[in-house]
């Protein structure tokens, strides 16, 4: 389930189409805790079009955007990479 928090829709004279979404969601993952604190989890999220495939759409990471929401931000936890 995501919750929509703003979305913006440009069309250049090109016909290039930019659409940018920020959303919240619940996630869970079950971490393999055995060797904490020395070692490293990997968390996937997969988002897909169900309309488009990969030569009509193209998604692109935008690191500067991803992150933890505030309330959720966590000391402990740090995002190293984020791959498409």
């Known amino acids: 389930h995501r919750q929509v928090q703003n979305r913006e829709l440009t069309i250049t004279s090109d016909g290039h189409v930019d659409y ?3 959303f919240s969601g619940v996630f869970r993952s079950t971490p393999d805790l055995r060797k904490f ?4 989890q990997d968390f996937t999220v997969q988002l897909e079009s169900f309309a488009w495939d ?3 759409l193209k998604f692109h990471v935008l690191e500067k955007d991803i992150g933890f929401a505030g309330e959720n931000a966590s000391l402990e936890w740090e995002i190293t990479g984020v791959s498409g």
């Open 37 to 40: 604190p020395f070692d490293h």
């Open 20 to 22: 940018r979404e920020r």
């Open 54 to 56: 990969e030569k009509d």
